[in-house]
């Protein structure tokens, strides 16, 4: 099975991308320290245990003495007790650290996505980048919670149990770490398939949430179409494959804890047989100095040792992928936070405190994708207070025209000035305050309806939201509704008409009270109430200040001062309605063939 890209290995620790974790640590350090002594000193405790009883039966029960086997015993009670404790602070300590530094990085990478620009949007898709937010830190928090950051403690822990070992008799040892080896191999074999395993268990529960996504969202349509029986047996085909995935993982999984137990009992057995035969050699005799002594003590202390050295050198494996999950998405992670496409914003961005509106385009060029240039040497000006209308058939660039002087994207030629001043040389948030936009997507979040008004200017108050959407007759509507302004939208509104959402995407803008209005008309169709209250709407906004409006109902814009028509990415003609109708050009055309759509329809 291949592993797709995102999957690949690299090396488990890579000081770089150590390095840049760190500062989302360095704040909660004194979490991990606290942790990390805690882990080194329930280390000291846990490998104090079995040469405590070792001590117990050499020394005493063997010795038949029993003076101080009361205190062997309570001192083994309390060193257990100590560890446990010990552990205990150590994973709080270290999930504490962790998980606030996650929380950090979390944070980073949120406000970072702020940052981008639009045109990162446009070329990344939305799912990488909420995996970014989502699954790859998700893989962090595993390196917290499966304990990678005791990797050090159980090394620690392995090379301080061979020293003891070797200590106690080397021979022994010897003999027994011929398992080692073979435990390493079958570990290190069934690691590979468990990691394969897991692999393909994502991208399977990858593949079923997005199917699930999509049907969920389609519903209506499913239902429509009578779709019902064919997306179940689909979704039934990508679940069967999830569950055998996920039995593959555990199949794998079960095998290697199988493996591991017996390889364990089977070291037991291998010192009981070896060393028990050394023992018994040596009971009765008394060794002569030098010579070496197996006692029942050692022995005890073998098994109880080797016992310990299993379970870390077992889970060494799982730590190291774990390791390397991690160090695959912090990479990941790491080159999205260093995604530079952001707005270049002068050293002294100019903060107007007002503008009259005086808006030039000068031989604008752009594109969005270099080679398919999508405006071509654009040339308009407006004058401060006037209203104009852009017209022109579906991907003619109108809205494009708008995101350029909202800056969402930079020109490719030529300049656009507001008020004299190249748009390059304001603060974007300035002028995104100045010059206020109402999208041809509208876009309302969870909350209620007045939380969606007051959107651009949180500071208003309620009487001031509720004036500015009653200036579009948004109260008729809204009276409808039984909670009024405080009804609840739905996430992008979608308990919401499409009018409705557009008049509230109008009284959002309106709140706001930008000196320069730019309105690019929803292409929806609405009932022709709500297109009466719409078109009311738009001239309510665009009066008394510099406006342009994008319309599709050119009946909505029938008075504006000045209308520029586009075609292929230029302007064809501009003038006032009587004079396009009466030059009986494309505008003409427009107009009749929506006339002509209007009787039909
Ligand atoms: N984000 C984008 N990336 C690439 N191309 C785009 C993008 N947005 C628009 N375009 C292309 O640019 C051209 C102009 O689009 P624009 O949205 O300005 O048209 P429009 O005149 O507003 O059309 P409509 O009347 O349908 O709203 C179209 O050919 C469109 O395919
Ligand atoms: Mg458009």
Redesign the pocket.
Same mark, same amino acid.
């Given at each position: 099975m291949s592993e797709s890209a995102d999957e690949r290995k690299g090396p488990a620790v890579d000081p770089r991308i150590l390095r840049r974790l760190w500062p989302f640590l360095r704040p909660h350090q004194r979490w991990v320290w606290l942790g990390f002594s805690c882990l080194m000193l329930g280390l000291g405790c846990r490998l104090a245990g079995p040469f405590l009883v070792k001590i117990a039966i050499d020394d005493h029960l063997a010795a038949g003495e029993p003076d101080g086997y009361g205190w062997i015993v309570g001192a083994f009670l309390a060193l257990a007790v100590i560890e446990a404790l010990l552990r205990r602070v150590q994973q709080v300590a270290v999930d504490t650290g962790g998980q606030s530094a996650l929380l950090d990085l979390r944070l980073a990478i949120f406000r970072h996505l702020q940052r981008l620009s639009?045109r990162y949007f446009?070329r990344t898709p939305t799912g990488k980048l909420i995996g970014r937010v989502t699954t790859d830190v998700e893989a962090l928090n595993e390196m917290f919670s499966t304990g990678v950051v005791t990797i050090l403690g159980d090394l620690v822990f392995l090379v301080a149990t061979l020293a003891i070992l070797f200590g106690l008799d080397w021979q022994l040892t010897l003999v027994t770490l011929t398992v080692v080896p073979v435990l390493l191999a079958i570990t290190m074999f069934i690691r590979i398939r468990v990691r394969s395993a897991y692999v393909t268990m994502r991208s399977k529960l990858s593949e079923m949430n997005a199917y699930l996504h999509e049907q969920v969202n389609g519903m209506p349509v499913v239902q429509m179409f009578n779709r019902q029986q064919a997306t179940r047996d689909g979704y039934g085909e990508i679940n069967a494959g999830v569950r055998g995935a996920q039995l593959g993982t555990v199949y794998w999984e079960t095998l290697l804890s199988t493996f591991v137990e017996l390889l364990s009992s089977f070291t037991v057995a291998l010192i009981l047989w070896y060393g028990g035969g050394e023992v018994a050699a040596s009971m009765g005799a008394t060794p002569s100095p030098g010579e070496r002594a197996l006692t029942l003590g050692v022995l005890f202390a073998f098994v109880d040792y080797m016992q310990k050295f299993f379970q870390p050198l077992n889970e060494l494996s799982l730590k190291y992928t774990v390791l390397q999950n991690a160090m695959t998405a912090s990479r990941r992670i790491f080159s999205l936070l260093d995604e530079d496409d952001v707005l270049p914003v002068p050293a002294t961005p100019h903060r107007p405190d007002e503008v009259r509106g005086q808006i030039s385009f000068e031989q604008v060029g752009f594109a969005?994708?270099e080679g398919?240039p999508?405006l071509h040497e654009i040339d308009f000006q407006v004058a401060p207070g006037e209203r104009v209308a852009l017209v022109? +058939?579906? *991907? +003619? *660039?109108?809205?494009?025209?708008l995101?350029l002087l909202t800056r969402l994207y930079d020109v490719s030629a030529g300049r656009i000035t507001l008020d004299g001043v190249d748009l390059h040389d304001f603060d974007p948030k300035a002028l995104r305050q100045r010059v206020g936009m109402v999208p041809?997507d509208v876009f309302l979040f969870e909350g209620t309806i007045l939380d969606n008004i007051r959107l651009g200017k949180p500071e208003v108050s309620d009487a001031d939201a509720i004036a500015a959407a009653t200036r579009l007759h948004l109260d008729r509507l809204v009276e409808r509704f039984p909670g009024g302004w405080n009804e609840p939208v739905r996430e992008r509104g979608r308990n919401l008409s499409a009018g409705e959402k557009q008049l509230i995407s109008f009284a959002r803008v309106l709140a706001a009270a930008p000196e320069v209005l730019v309105l690019?008309e929803a292409?929806s169709n609405v009932d022709s109430h709500t297109e009466h209250l719409l078109q009311e709407a738009v001239h309510e906004v665009m009066q008394g200040r510099t406006s342009i409006a994008?319309a599709?109902r050119l009946s909505t814009v029938r008075d504006v001062d000045r209308i520029l028509v586009?075609q292929k990415?230029r302007i064809v003609e501009q003038g006032s309605h009587e004079q396009l109708m009466a030059a009986a050009g494309v505008y003409a055309d427009l107009v009749k063939l929506q006339e002509g759509l209007v009787d039909t329809g």
């Open positions: 639009t446009d969005y994708k398919t999508v022109g +058939a579906t *991907g +003619a *660039g109108k809205s494009t025209v995101k041809q690019d292409t994008i599709h586009f990415g």
